[in-house]
C-alpha cells in the first residue's frame, strides 16, 4: 500500500513568520492530497487539499503545493499566529479512494 | 448541525472484556471509517465501510470488527481487548469515496489495563 512521510515532527516558529510542512508518498497512482489540523482535544478537520491535476492550491495565509514527479507535496502557512498552533496531518489517497494514508504528524507552535 | 459522534469519549477497561465504541452521522455520508492515533504513528486506517453492508479492511485491521447495518452507524467491536489496543480511536465520514472531504468525531480514549 501507500506511504507517506511526513516531517518535521515538531515545528515551532515566531508569530508573524511561514511554516513549511512537507509530506512523500510512496503510490504515484495517489491523486488526492488532504491536510488536516487537528487542535487539542478534537478530532481532525480539512484545511485544504489539492488533486493530482493541480500544481497548487491557495486559501488566505493556506497554500499546498505538488510535485508529481518528485511525489512530495507541502503545506505553507504564511503570517502564522498563535491559533494556528496545533498538530498537521497530509494524507494520500489512490485512485479507488477507498483508504486514507496519513503522515505521522507535525506539532506546529507559534510563539506570540 | 452536522456531524460525526462518537461514544464513549473515555473508557477504561480490562483485558479479554467486549467492548463497542459506537459512532454515528447525520449528514448521510455513504463512507465511513475507522482510524487509531498512536504517537510518532499518525493516523491509521483499520476498517471503512463504502455503503451499508459493505466493509473492508485497513491498514490494522487485526482484533477489531465492524458491521454497517444502517448508513448512519458503524459501530467498532473489540471482542477481546488487549493493552496493545489502548490507543485514540477516530470515526470519520464522508459523502462518498475518497476525494471527499472526511469529517471526523471527537475520539474515544480507549485504555486497556
Known amino acids: 500500500g501507500e506511504n507517506v512521510e511526513q516531517h518535521p515532527s515538531t515545528l515551532s516558529v515566531q508569530e508573524g513568520d511561514s511554516a513549511v510542512i512537507k509530506c512523500t508518498y510512496s503510490d504515484s497512482a495517489s491523486n488526492y492530497f488532504p491536510w488536516y489540523k487537528q487542535e487539542l482535544g478534537k478530532g481532525p478537520q480539512l484545511i485544504i487539499d489539492i488533486r493530482s491535476n493541480v500544481g497548487e492550491k491557495k486559501d488566505q495565509r493556506i497554500a499546498v503545493t505538488l510535485n508529481k514527479t518528485a511525489k512530495h507535496f507541502s503545506l505553507h502557512i504564511t503570517e502564522t499566529q498563535p491559533e494556528d498552533s496545533a498538530v498537521y496531518f497530509c494524507a494520500a489517497t489512490p485512485p479507488e479512494g477507498n483508504q486514507f494514508y496519513f503522515g505521522t504528524g507535525t506539532s506546529l507552535t507559534v510563539i506570540p | 448541525e452536522a456531524q460525526v459522534t462518537q461514544n464513549p469519549r473515555y473508557l477504561i477497561t480490562v483485558t479479554g472484556k467486549k467492548l463497542t465504541v459506537t459512532c454515528s452521522q447525520n449528514m448521510n455520508h455513504e463512507y465511513m471509517s475507522w482510524y487509531r492515533q498512536d504517537p510518532g504513528l499518525g493516523l491509521r486506517q483499520i476498517y471503512y465501510?463504502?455503503?451499508?453492508?459493505?466493509?473492508d479492511k485497513g491498514d490494522v485491521p487485526e482484533g477489531y470488527k465492524v458491521s454497517r447495518k444502517e448508513k448512519r452507524n458503524f459501530p467498532l467491536i473489540l471482542e477481546s481487548p488487549s493493552p496493545n489496543q489502548t490507543s485514540l480511536y477516530f470515526c470519520a465520514s464522508s459523502l462518498s469515496r475518497g476525494g471527499d472531504t472526511q469529517y471526523f468525531g471527537p475520539g474515544t480514549r480507549l485504555t486497556v489495563l
Open positions: 465501510s463504502m455503503n451499508v453492508e459493505v466493509t
